[in-house]
């Protein structure tokens, strides 16, 4: 069973920058891809960026260019660097991991961004 955690949300203001963290209980190497997702109140959940064992990263549209998504498999953690951040960032962001072909999920972090 893979656990993760996700940990670095808070409440920031506009403008400022956080680094979110996903612990991983078992080697994240495995995992073949790793996401960020998030999810605001009252609206889906929705997808943010991924990175896989290569390092190959991808991004929603919305997000390209103050996102930036990284992992560390010597710690077995994966980060998401938001900068610029914006009052429509608010939202949990929930870290995920494909590992022998099923999806695992953490229980989330939230995120707040007063204007």
């Known amino acids: 069973q893979v656990q993760l955690v996700e940990s670095g949300g808070g409440l920031v203001q506009a403008g400022e920058s956080l680094r979110l963290s996903c612990a991983a209980s078992?080697?994240?190497?495995?995992?073949?891809?790793m996401t960020w997702h998030r999810q605001a109140p009252g609206k889906s959940r929705e997808y943010v960026a991924a990175i896989t064992t290569d390092a190959l990263t991808n991004y929603d549209d919305s997000v390209k260019g103050r996102f930036t998504i990284s992992r560390d498999n010597a710690k077995n953690t994966m980060y998401l660097q938001i900068d610029g951040l914006k009052p429509d960032d608010s939202a949990v962001y929930f870290c995920?991991?494909?590992?022998?072909?099923?999806?695992?999920w953490g229980q989330g972090t939230q995120v707040i961004v007063s204007s």
């Open positions: 995920g991991a494909l590992y022998r072909d099923r999806w695992f």
């Open positions: 078992s080697s994240s190497a495995d995992f073949n891809t």
